[in-house]
Protein backbone atom coordinates (compact mmCIF):
# COMPACT_ATOMS: atom_id res chain seq x y z
CA UNK A 1 0.00 0.00 0.00
CA UNK A 2 1.56 3.48 -0.63
CA UNK A 3 1.63 6.09 2.11
CA UNK A 4 0.30 9.74 1.21
CA UNK A 5 2.71 12.25 1.61
CA UNK A 6 3.48 13.89 5.17
CA UNK A 7 2.39 17.39 4.74
CA UNK A 8 -0.48 18.59 7.82
CA UNK A 9 -4.32 18.51 6.82
CA UNK A 10 -5.75 22.03 5.58
CA UNK A 11 -7.63 22.83 8.48
CA UNK A 12 -11.52 24.26 8.60
CA UNK A 13 -11.71 27.67 6.55
CA UNK A 14 -14.27 28.40 9.23
CA UNK A 15 -12.11 27.85 12.21
CA UNK A 16 -10.34 30.89 13.53
CA UNK A 17 -8.57 29.74 16.47
CA UNK A 18 -6.76 27.34 14.22
CA UNK A 19 -3.73 28.15 15.48
CA UNK A 20 -4.06 30.39 18.69
CA UNK A 21 -2.01 27.83 20.55
CA UNK A 22 1.13 29.03 19.45
CA UNK A 23 0.25 32.46 19.90
CA UNK A 24 2.17 34.01 23.61
CA UNK A 25 -0.75 34.43 25.98
CA UNK A 26 -2.88 37.72 25.49
CA UNK A 27 -1.34 38.06 21.20
CA UNK A 28 -3.38 37.45 18.61
CA UNK A 29 -3.14 36.66 14.63
CA UNK A 30 -3.88 39.87 12.42
CA UNK A 31 -3.93 38.78 8.90
CA UNK A 32 -2.63 41.91 6.10
CA UNK A 33 -3.29 41.79 2.39
CA UNK A 34 0.05 41.70 1.00
CA UNK A 35 -0.81 42.28 -2.97
CA UNK A 36 0.11 45.32 -3.92
CA UNK A 37 -2.52 44.84 -7.24
CA UNK A 38 -5.46 44.39 -4.55
CA UNK A 39 -7.59 47.42 -3.49
CA UNK A 40 -7.24 46.25 -0.26
CA UNK A 41 -3.84 46.52 0.29
CA UNK A 42 -2.63 46.78 3.71
CA UNK A 43 -5.69 46.48 5.34
CA UNK A 44 -5.73 43.52 8.20
CA UNK A 45 -8.40 41.74 9.76
CA UNK A 46 -8.40 40.52 12.91
CA UNK A 47 -9.97 37.25 12.37
CA UNK A 48 -9.10 34.64 9.85
CA UNK A 49 -12.13 33.47 8.22
CA UNK A 50 -12.80 37.05 6.71
CA UNK A 51 -9.25 37.08 5.33
CA UNK A 52 -9.38 33.98 3.61
CA UNK A 53 -12.82 34.91 2.46
CA UNK A 54 -11.21 37.83 1.30
CA UNK A 55 -9.06 36.14 -0.68
CA UNK A 56 -11.29 33.89 -2.45
CA UNK A 57 -13.42 37.08 -3.30
CA UNK A 58 -11.13 39.64 -4.20
CA UNK A 59 -10.21 38.81 -8.19
CA UNK A 60 -6.51 40.02 -7.97
CA UNK A 61 -5.93 36.94 -5.42
CA UNK A 62 -7.83 34.98 -8.20
CA UNK A 63 -4.71 33.12 -9.69
CA UNK A 64 -3.08 32.16 -6.42
CA UNK A 65 -5.60 31.00 -4.18
CA UNK A 66 -7.37 28.29 -6.17
CA UNK A 67 -7.33 25.73 -3.23
CA UNK A 68 -7.62 25.65 0.56
CA UNK A 69 -4.21 24.58 0.62
CA UNK A 70 -3.33 27.26 -1.42
CA UNK A 71 -5.04 30.11 0.70
CA UNK A 72 -3.31 27.90 3.94
CA UNK A 73 -0.07 29.05 2.47
CA UNK A 74 -1.00 32.72 1.91
CA UNK A 75 -2.34 32.96 5.24
CA UNK A 76 0.66 31.01 7.32
CA UNK A 77 3.39 33.79 4.99
CA UNK A 78 1.40 37.10 5.41
CA UNK A 79 -0.05 36.80 9.04
CA UNK A 80 1.79 38.36 12.18
CA UNK A 81 1.25 38.45 15.45
CA UNK A 82 -0.05 41.60 17.08
CA UNK A 83 -1.08 42.61 21.00
CA UNK A 84 -4.62 42.86 21.62
CA UNK A 85 -4.02 46.06 23.79
CA UNK A 86 -2.12 48.10 21.24
CA UNK A 87 -3.45 50.31 18.36
CA UNK A 88 -4.08 48.77 15.64
CA UNK A 89 -0.87 49.33 13.31
CA UNK A 90 0.16 48.56 9.41
CA UNK A 91 1.70 44.98 8.92
CA UNK A 92 5.10 44.02 8.88
CA UNK A 93 6.69 45.26 5.28
CA UNK A 94 3.57 47.42 4.44
CA UNK A 95 4.63 49.54 1.48
CA UNK A 96 2.35 52.68 1.71
CA UNK A 97 0.64 53.50 -1.52
CA UNK A 98 0.72 57.23 -0.59
CA UNK A 99 3.96 59.54 -0.78
CA UNK A 100 4.65 60.34 2.65
CA UNK A 101 4.78 64.01 2.10
CA UNK A 102 1.18 63.72 1.48
CA UNK A 103 -0.10 62.26 4.86
CA UNK A 104 -1.96 64.32 7.25
CA UNK A 105 -0.99 65.42 10.25
CA UNK A 106 -3.23 66.46 13.01
CA UNK A 107 -0.54 68.72 15.47
CA UNK A 108 -0.38 70.99 18.41
CA UNK A 109 2.62 73.33 19.52
CA UNK A 110 2.84 76.79 21.65
CA UNK A 111 4.05 79.87 19.60
CA UNK A 112 6.40 82.11 21.39
CA UNK A 113 3.31 83.84 23.55
CA UNK A 114 2.59 80.41 24.63
CA UNK A 115 -0.74 80.16 22.52
CA UNK A 116 -1.73 76.54 21.97
CA UNK A 117 -1.82 76.56 18.08
CA UNK A 118 -3.38 72.88 16.34
CA UNK A 119 -4.12 72.36 12.95
CA UNK A 120 -4.13 69.92 10.19
CA UNK A 121 -1.95 69.96 7.25
CA UNK A 122 0.67 68.32 5.98
CA UNK A 123 3.99 67.78 7.18
CA UNK A 124 5.57 70.66 4.91
CA UNK A 125 2.65 72.79 5.42
CA UNK A 126 2.77 71.90 9.34
CA UNK A 127 6.42 73.17 9.10
CA UNK A 128 5.43 76.45 7.74
CA UNK A 129 2.89 77.19 9.88
CA UNK A 130 5.08 76.38 13.11
CA UNK A 131 8.01 78.90 11.43
CA UNK A 132 5.30 81.57 10.37
CA UNK A 133 3.90 81.61 13.95
CA UNK A 134 7.58 81.66 15.57
CA UNK A 135 8.92 84.67 13.23
CA UNK A 136 5.16 86.55 14.86
CA UNK A 137 3.70 85.97 11.27
CA UNK A 138 -0.52 85.89 10.88
CA UNK A 139 -2.12 82.43 11.28
CA UNK A 140 -2.08 81.11 7.58
Known amino acids: MASLASSPPVPSELDDEVDDADLPL ?5 YPCKLPSCPDYGKSWGLRSPF ?3 LQ ?3 AHEALVTTPAAR ?9 TTDPDLPPRAAPDFR ?10 IYSFKDKNGRVI ?23
Open 57 to 59: QRE
Open 96 to 105: SREDASEHIW
Open 26 to 30: GHKWA
Open 52 to 54: LLH
Open 118 to 140: TGRRTRKQMEMHMASREEGTPDA
Open 72 to 80: RAIEIDWRY
